[in-house]
């Protein structure tokens, strides 16, 4: 903590004394609160407190670094470095700031480093991300058949979708399964195409096997900033809608036979926004649910098991 709090500050007695009889701790303290700077006049002041969660992150979770501001006066938002990127950090209730960092599976296990600035400071702080083995699938191309291509105009929409770094955020407590089908295929697979590793690819969401016209739900709130059609040139991810939850987590839902929402709409959580098809690149029914943080798939199901609020 940067000081004592202001009752031990306003306490009459100090008044009373004489700056000779203070200790020289007191006397820094006082001054400090009377000019409201109190790292200009070199106070062990730690204007930022950061804390990770969680301390034991996997290949795929969502790291929050949560911060504390404790300057009195309010500047900038803190931001969070890592390696070449810089995440942005928004309040989540008053001199509190939350930044999220999305870990994917493409990546290699080991220690970050964290740097996070704001109030003219900046911390250091290292983590330890988890391997983790991710499923591995075989699959076996015929010559010439190496699927259909998407459009630039959904790769466009997509990755706009993707982009979005709302400073709201409409999301409240865990976040809720999609669907009702078992899972068929779980984030973050591997695959080998005609035997070679797609160093590229992994699974970017969690599908859901639900029979065809089942209900899809938004798992959280949000903005529906998506909708796209197989007519207007969805042709790979088929029918689709993209909820925006705010701080730069979205949603992305994928084959769709029924939209029941348009863009602008606000959704809340387990509202029905479609329905369960094979529109797009699939190979029968099924929900593709996507889960992307700052731009990165991460693997949706610790939003659901635990409260990432
Ligand atoms: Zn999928």
């Known amino acids: ?38 790292i200009a006049l070199g106070l062990p002041a730690k204007a930022l407190e950061v804390q990770v969660i969680p301390n034991n992150p996997q290949l795929g979770d969502t790291i929050s670094v949560v911060i504390e501001a404790n300057a009195q006066e309010k500047t900038s938002n803190p931001t969070v470095t890592v390696g070449e990127k810089t995440y942005p950090a928004f309040e989540i209730s008053p001199r509190q700031y939350r930044s999220f960092i999305p870990t994917t599976p493409l990546e290699k296990a080991g220690v970050r480093t964290i740097r996070v600035s704001g109030d003219g400071q900046e911390q250091n702080l290292s983590i330890q991300v988890r391997d983790r083995k991710f499923p591995v699938q075989r699959i076996t191309l015929p010559p010439g058949k190496a699927g259909v291509d998407a459009t630039a105009y959904e790769l ?27 899972t068929s295929t779980k984030y973050g697979v591997r695959r080998y195409y005609n035997g070679e590793f797609a ?37 790979v991810h088929g029918n689709v809608v993209g909820v925006d939850h705010g701080q730069g987590v979205v949603s992305i839902f994928m084959h769709l036979s029924r939209i029941n929402v348009k863009e602008g709409d606000f959704v809340k959580a387990g509202q029905k926004i479609g329905a369960v098809g094979s529109t797009g690149a699939a190979t029968g029914p099924h929900l593709h649910w996507g889960l992307y943080v700052n731009g990165q798939s991460v693997n949706p199901l610790p939003w659901i098991s635990k409260k990432i609020d």
């Open 199 to 235: 160093k590229d690819y992994y699974h970017r969401g969690q599908d859901y096997a639900g029979a065809e016209g089942s209900s899809v739900v938004t798992p959280a709130a949000g903005r529906v900033a998506l909708v796209g059609t197989v007519s207007q040139g969805f042709r």
């Open 156 to 182: 466009k929409r997509v990755a706009e979708l993707k982009a979005l770094q709302t400073p709201e955020k409409y999301w409240h407590g865990a976040f809720l399964t999609p669907n009702a089908g078992r």
């Open 1 to 38: 903590m940067p000081m004592t709090t202001m009752t031990d500050a306003i306490n009459p007695q100090h008044k009373l004394r004489g700056v000779g009889i203070i200790n020289h701790a007191k006397i820094k303290i006082f001054i400090g609160i009377m000019a409201v700077v109190p």
